[in-house]
């Protein structure tokens, strides 16, 4: 995988994933040099104004936090003070194809991985206090800069009834002002503490980690979902029981044998990993084309200008089958490389050479809102 230069601090993709992901900080000046943001506070301060984004406004007033969820109302985020408050918005790459194409800048890691990007303005002194997460996360600078203090810190008590989590003793190890354009990756756990140093905006790229249970819970449904077991339960046999209310041993055992015969293989569990991990957040929903084109201008738009996926779309693979917004798709073999394309960076050449099965799917995705022609939002 090719990534920009400068990006990891000059160090190689290898030597990144060997001796820091999941592993340590790293603070990299200059990643993305002359990055000065996408976005500017309004624009931000409108996006949380919208009900499809979701916001925060975190506040620290009366020596006490406040947390709020958004949509907010713009008269409100304009009666805003000066300073003790951060605003954040999840979810940007959603809205701005900008922020798609920051976070293709990351496809080092792998899509399964990818949460997604998060922006936060700051007046001087805002920040969010000092916490950890369960991500790992680069932190980007923006506009403005940026203090964070970071600490190993076994400590993880939290400050109690707080309505969000602030870590009750934080004991910075290290701190470093970053300038737009310098970034710091942090591993889950990691404790810091962001602070405002004039008006700055923060930009968040957050991988996730399933939990285990989540993911034997979400297997479970997954299973459910799938499980086909013949036949039902049956006594011919049975004895009298001196005790009615007794579950009998019999039953108990012919109930574990067939308890017993289901079974899952790799391909279930990449099925359930591919529709799981591709599923959108409940709140996000997919606009459908107003007018829909016919399969046939479809077709020739395909051929003369390729097409990409909705910035809302989450598209996975594995082997043959491709995982698109929750719904696991068998490919013929001759369209795993151009569906693979689509799924790597998001958008499908003009001129592929494409079945005539590929070419339906991608109709019925087109259909569903999940790709769109460049040029649309
Ligand atoms: C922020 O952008 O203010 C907070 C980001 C974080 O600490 O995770
Ligand atoms: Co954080």
Redesign the pocket.
């Known amino acids: 995988m090719k990534i920009n230069l400068t990006l990891l601090g000059g160090l190689s993709v290898d030597k990144f994933l060997r001796e820091y992901w999941q592993k340590k900080p790293l603070l990299i000046r200059q990643a993305i040099p002359g990055f000065n943001g996408l976005l500017d506070p309004a624009q931000l301060a409108e996006l949380a104004c919208n009900p499809e984004a979701q916001s925060r406004l975190v506040q620290f007033k009366r020596n006490k936090w406040h947390l709020q969820h958004g949509p907010f109302d713009e008269q409100s985020l304009d009666s805003l003070g000066k300073s003790g408050w951060?605003l954040?918005v999840q979810g940007i790459n959603h809205f701005l194809p900008g922020a798609a194409d920051l976070l293709q800048q990351f496809s080092f890691i792998p899509h399964s991985r990818l949460d997604d990007l998060?922006v936060?303005y700051?007046p001087k002194n805002g920040?969010?206090g000092p916490?950890f997460?369960s991500y790992d996360?680069f932190?980007l600078q923006g506009m403005g800069h940026r203090r964070w203090q970071i600490s190993a810190q076994q400590d993880r008590t939290l400050i109690p009834d707080a309505p969000l989590r602030i870590l009750q003793n934080f004991s910075p190890e290290e701190d470093w002002i970053l300038e737009p354009g310098d970034m710091l990756y942090l591993p889950p756990h990691w404790a810091?503490n962001?602070i405002a140093q004039d008006n700055c905006m923060?930009y968040?790229i957050g991988f996730r980690t399933p939990s285990y249970h989540e993911l034997g819970e979400q297997f479970l449904v997954y299973l459910q979902d799938h499980l086909k077991l013949d036949g039902m339960y049956a006594d011919p046999d049975l004895k009298p029981q001196a005790h009615p209310s007794e579950i009998s041993a019999d039953m108990l055992q012919q109930v574990k044998a067939v308890i017993q015969k289901i079974r899952w293989n790799d391909t279930d569990i990449a099925r359930f990993l591919g529709t799981y991990m591709s599923e959108p957040k409940p709140h996000v929903y997919f606009d459908p084309p107003d007018n829909p084109m016919s399969h046939k201008r479809f077709i020739q738009s395909l051929d003369k200008s390729g097409i990409r996926l909705d910035l809302k779309s989450l598209m996975l693979c594995h082997d043959n089958c491709a995982f698109i917004n929750g719904e696991a798709h068998d490919l013929d073999t001759p369209d795993i490389a151009a569906i693979r394309l689509l799924a790597d960076t998001r958008q499908f050449p003009a001129h592929s050479q494409l079945s005539s099965t590929a070419t339906d799917m991608l109709y019925a995705w087109y259909q569903e809102g999940f790709l769109v022609f460049p040029g649309k939002k």
Do not use: C, E, I, P
Request: charged share 5%; proline share 0%.
């Open positions: 951060t954040l998060m936060s700051a920040g969010v916490h997460d996360v932190l810091h962001g923060t968040s």
